[in-house]
């Protein structure tokens, strides 16, 4: 009797299976997402100011030049990065000269970070080729997609 009930289990989940639709990985979001995101990537290194500047890096100084001093925890809130990854693009920063860290006067413990006058030179660079870098990316979409597709992308990440 157990064998008969294990029998209908395996045949009521291999026709479970038969009615599911194939799985295929060319139409999952989570591969056309890295897809769409390794050629933002090439794109990006392509146009970019700098070579050796990533889009993490480029994140962090444009984060910075757009609220002028945070710590590195505020900035790492505000790009999204979590606190290792902002650790390594920090210190990759302040070891070109991009970026300059002090004490908060109010809390000794935290460090702010500020561009540096090179920081800012490549910052001013770098705005207008991300300009380009978006417009290159999203140039296969109409411009009514490309307002639909950023809102859409805005939902997923909240």
Avoid: C
């Amino acid at each position: 009797m157990g064998w008969r009930a294990a029998d209908r289990t395996k045949q009521t989940l291999k026709a479970q299976n038969d009615d599911a639709p194939e799985y295929l990985l060319e139409d999952q979001v989570g591969h056309l997402l890295r897809r769409a995101h390794q050629r933002h990537t090439a794109i990006f290194q392509a146009n970019i100011a700098d070579q050796q500047l990533t889009p993490l890096q480029f994140a962090a100084l444009m984060k910075l030049a757009d609220v002028g001093e945070a710590s590195q925890n505020h900035l790492g809130r505000l790009t999204a990065m979590d606190a290792a990854t902002m650790q390594g693009v920090i210190k990759r920063l302040i070891a070109r000269g991009l970026i300059a860290r002090r004490p908060d006067p109010d809390d000794r413990r935290r460090l702010l970070l500020t561009l540096t006058e090179d920081g800012r030179i490549l910052v001013d660079v770098a705005t207008a080729r991300g300009h380009r870098i978006s417009d290159e990316t999203l140039e296969p979409l109409s411009p009514s997609e490309r307002q639909t597709f950023l809102k859409l992308l805005l939902r997923l990440t909240d």
